[in-house]
């Protein structure tokens, strides 16, 4: 079986500026050297006119590798903070694929122009489990959703799953003002801890919400 800690509970304050959260991740690194390079790259990819996706924080990638073969019309990114997981993957990716090494909340908030992706994947991101640093590492807060907001399309929807529920209802309260959507074209493949939560006998709670007007 799965083991981990006992209880979970939302970080007793969050982070609410959108706009204060880049220089907590780092974005001065986006405007020069490499990650400058990177940017130019990213931008790139997204300049085609065609809807585009995001997945944040993609693991192993088999549903990033999976969605961009089922819709090949469709742009797929992918982000991702674990560097030995975005060199394995690259490889693998369609040209209508694009993985990245970036935390999602600074390539929201300084790189991703407004309205440019369609959908946004969070694929059971982490709880934190260690709570004196949830309030710094958490990914959702009400600044991550006003990121995610802006980054959306006017019909855009955000697609969340974890396995830890008191996580799941934290989310859905930073979302009450959006509206909950039916859960959007998934592909064929499943996450690996999605694989674990079944093998485990884990309950996997879902939503999608599109973002509000």
């Not at 799965?2 to 706009?19: K, L």
């Not at 560097?83 to 929201?108: I, K, M, N, Q, S």
């Not at 959507?181 to 093998?199: A, K, Q």
Request: aromatic share 8%; with cysteine.
């Amino acid at each position: 079986m799965n083991e981990r800690p006992v209880g979970w509970s939302p970080p007793s304050s969050a982070p609410t500026d959108p706009d204060r959260l880049p220089a907590l991740n780092g974005s001065l690194l986006f405007s020069a050297g490499r990650k400058a390079s990177e940017v130019t790259d990213f931008l790139r990819f997204l300049s085609p006119p065609v809807p585009a996706m995001l997945e944040i924080g993609f693991d192993h990638g088999m549903c990033l590798v999976d969605r961009a073969r089922t819709f090949p019309d469709t742009l797929q990114v992918g982000l991702e903070i674990r560097e030995a997981r975005v060199t394995r993957l690259r490889p693998h990716l369609p040209g209508t694929a694009f993985a990245w090494r970036a935390d999602a909340r600074t390539v929201l908030a300084s790189v991703v122009p407004p309205g440019r992706f369609s959908g946004i994947y969070v694929l059971f991101p982490d709880p934190v489990w260690v709570e004196s640093r949830r309030r710094s590492h958490l990914l959702f807060s009400p600044a991550f959703v006003a990121l995610c907001a802006r980054a959306l399309a006017p019909d855009g929807f955000l697609h969340v799953v974890t396995d830890v529920e008191p996580y799941h209802t934290w989310i859905r309260s930073l979302l009450t003002a959006w509206t909950p959507s039916p859960d959007p074209p998934l592909g064929t493949e499943i996450s690996r801890r999605e694989r674990v939560c079944r093998r485990d006998g884990l309950m996997i709670t879902r939503g999608t919400w599109t973002r509000p007007a």
